[in-house]
């Protein structure tokens, strides 16, 4: 059974930092990663899809890599806001099945302080 | 930015009650999704539908049902709300199996 892990699971940092967050997976047969935000009581803000033939995908300050062989998958933020705080979570797509069932990680809760 | 609202965002309602939470993408997707989340907890899959008139439960068990009469709607039904159905339910759908999913903002149900 596929196991999603997100280290850690909450990070603080002031306004400007460059940072990382970081998702494990068990399994390395996967079909595509996702990454989104989430604020509280919101809904899920889709950030960046990684298919499974690709190793990284950019938008604007964001950047997402993907190593299958090692199980792992960051997200890269660059100089963050304040506006970026929020909880973050990777989730896969497995092979298997037809339907877009994702498997959710454990979600990063990052906070950027001015 | 996706075209997925659901209505309505707040509802509290007294135990017993038949509540319907609705759904609605103006993408053309023929995917859907319906998720559970818990405050601070993960997401948990209860629903699917690949198209109109198909509809599958998820990997979580529930109460509740869908139905998918057209494209852009997928409502969610609770014929008789318990406390124990207070949770967030976030809708969302895809272009083609395993594509990028896009969540509507979700709907917070407390039952008293």
Sequence with gaps: ?114 | EADIYQTPRYLVIGTGKKITLECSQTMGHDKMYWYQQDPGMELHLIHYSYGVNSTEKGDLSSESTVSRIRTEHFPLTLESARPSHTSQYLCASSEYSKGELFFGEGSRLTVL
Aim: charged share 15%.
């Design chain 1, 1 to 114: 059974k596929q196991e999603v892990t997100q280290i850690p699971a909450a990070l603080s940092v002031p306004e400007g930092e460059n940072l990382v967050l970081n998702c494990s997976f068990t399994d390395s047969a996967i079909y595509n990663l996702q990454w989104f935000r989430q604020d509280p009581g919101k809904g899920l803000t889709s950030l960046l899809l990684i298919q499974s033939s690709q190793r990284e995908q950019t938008s604007g300050r964001l950047n997402a890599s993907l190593d299958k062989s090692s199980g792992r998958s960051t997200l890269y933020i660059a100089a963050s806001q304040p506006g970026d705080s929020a909880t973050y979570l990777c989730a896969l797509t497995e092979p298997t099945g037809t339907a877009s069932k994702l498997t959710f990680g454990t979600g990063t809760r990052l906070q950027v302080t001015l």
